[in-house]
């Protein structure tokens, strides 16, 4: 069992940056894969980015690429999405998500089955 709580959310402007965190409980979060998703109001959840069970290796929607950096610190079960050159179609509410092991580039909501509270994310113009 994980439980997962998101911090780091809030108001940016267009071109800014924001980090996310995402803490993790649990003795074996090494050993997780760790995903984050994004739902923008009247729209389904995807999928941003994910990240191996160890951190060596990443995977990133085509529409972050190049701005958003995923990485985690095992030591802390801590996982972190940096976003910078923020645009205000990256409004949303975001999900940290957890599956034991597992490909990260399986990017289906459904294969992950623990899940963060949410936190909001609001790029300005």
């Known amino acids: 069992q994980v439980q997962l709580v998101e911090s780091g959310g809030g108001l940016e402007q267009a071109g800014g940056s924001l980090r996310l965190s995402c803490a993790a409980s649990g003795r074996t979060f090494s050993s997780y894969t760790m995903g984050w998703f994004r739902q923008a109001p009247g729209k389904e959840r995807e999928f941003v980015a994910a990240?191996?069970?160890?951190?060596?290796?990443?995977y990133y929607t085509d529409s972050v690429k190049g701005r958003f950096t995923f990485s985690r610190d095992n030591a802390k079960n801590t996982v972190y999405l940096q976003m910078n050159s923020l645009k205000p179609e990256d409004t949303a509410v975001y999900y940290c998500?957890?599956?034991?092991?597992?490909?990260?580039?399986?990017?289906?909501?459904?294969?992950?089955?623990?899940w963060g509270q949410g936190t909001q994310v609001t790029v300005s113009s």
């Open positions: 998500a957890a599956r034991f092991s597992g490909s990260i580039y399986n990017l289906d909501p459904q294969a992950y089955p623990y």
């Open positions: 990240i191996s069970a160890g951190g060596a290796s990443t």
